[in-house]
Every structure is written in C-alpha cells, then in structure tokens.
C-alpha cells in the first residue's frame, strides 16, 4: 500500500515510518506542515494518506483541511486523520456528507500497533476507523435523544459499529453469536429511527451522522 503522510513531531514521524515500511506498506512522501500536504497528494495519489490534525504553520487544522481539500481533487482518496485529543467537531466535518474511506484516531491508538494497522487498512479499503474514545464521548454527551433509550448490550455494539467494526467482531468482543449482534443492531436501528438495510461503513456513517447531529 502507497501512503503519504503528514506529522511535524520528528520522532512520531519516524516511527510510523518504521511501523508502516515493517508492515509492507510504502510511505511514498511525508510533509511536515499544511502547506506542503496537496502537492504531494495530488504528485503521488497514494492509496491513502495518513494525516495528523494540527501541522505548523498554526497548529489548528491544517491537516484536516488539507484532507478535506484532497478528497475534492482526488474522489475518493482514503484519509487516516490522527488527533491528540478528541474533538468532536473534526470528526464530525470529516465524516460529514456520507463519506467512505475515512478514520479518525487518537496518536494513543498508534501505540496498539495491531489495532493501528486495522484500522489503515480498513480505511484504505473504503471503510471508516473512529477511535472508540471518540464514540464513548459522542454517547455521553449526548442528552435527551433516543440514544437514552438503548440498553447497555446495545451501546456496546452501537460503540463497536461505530468504531469500524462487523458482525463476526462484535460478536467475539462481546463473547455472544452474530445472531445475538444482529438483534442488537435492529434494536439500535429501530430506536434511532435509522433504516435497518444499511450495510458496512454506510450504516456506521448513518450512526454517526445521527450522533453529530442529535
């Protein structure tokens, strides 16, 4: 897999480096600020672009905006956007407008090298990889919404659904049967007031949009 990525802190930059290259992927160009991210998309159109939130010139958004403005040149291009704190609204407006091939991710998850690789891959494969964190924080802050009406099995799996993952893996994480997770996610469909045909990242996207907009 091509990767371009984006990371001012020298020592985190060079250690994904490392963990990418060691898992098989080519890291095709790095940037260290907002700026220099778009030429070097557009100059190698990876397979996915790996970008932390606030890069220099003033450490805001520039790496958010730099993915929202590749994803208009370049359709489609999956982004894996990291963050050192949860910020509702980043992962908001990334997700926004029922897109595939995203993620949002504390640098923590970075450390959970497997979890990490995961959720790149997914992402490059059009899926979508929210940080459980981020999930956790969307539920609870949330008030007065038909989120109160859930049971606490069906927020569990409504956190794992956001989060990227299927069936098979509810399941094993919660130890019951994917019979018992599609039951959960009918329910959570049901008292959300979403339909219950969605398949994959769309009804991930569904869930969240539904989150960000409660």
Do not use: C, W
């Amino acid at each position: 897999m091509r990767v371009v990525m984006a990371e001012d802190n020298a020592l985190l930059r060079e250690g994904l480096v490392l963990l990418l290259t060691s898992a098989g992927h080519e890291v095709v160009a790095v940037a260290g600020s907002g700026p220099e991210i778009l030429p070097a998309l557009l100059t190698h159109r990876p397979d996915i672009a790996v970008l932390d939130v606030r890069l220099p010139p003033a450490f805001r958004d520039e790496g958010l905006r730099a993915a929202l403005a590749a994803r208009k040149e370049l359709p489609g291009l999956p982004v894996l956007v990291l963050s050192q704190y949860v910020e509702e609204s980043y992962a908001a407006e990334l997700l926004g407008g029922g897109a595939s091939g995203v993620g949002y991710l504390l640098k923590d998850r970075v450390g959970r090298v497997d979890e990490f690789l995961e959720a790149l891959d997914r992402v490059a494969a059009g899926g979508t990889a929210l940080d459980p964190e981020v999930v956790s924080q969307l539920l609870t802050r949330r008030r007065n919404s038909p989120l109160d009406s859930l049971t606490p099995r069906e927020r569990e799996v409504l956190e794992l659904m956001a989060a990227g993952h299927d069936n098979a893996t509810i399941a094993e994480t919660l130890v019951v049967t994917e019979r018992a997770v599609s039951k959960h996610i009918g329910n959570v469909f049901q008292k959300l007031g979403l339909p219950t045909t969605d398949s994959g990242h769309r009804r991930v996207l569904a869930v969240l949009a539904f989150l960000n907009n409660a």
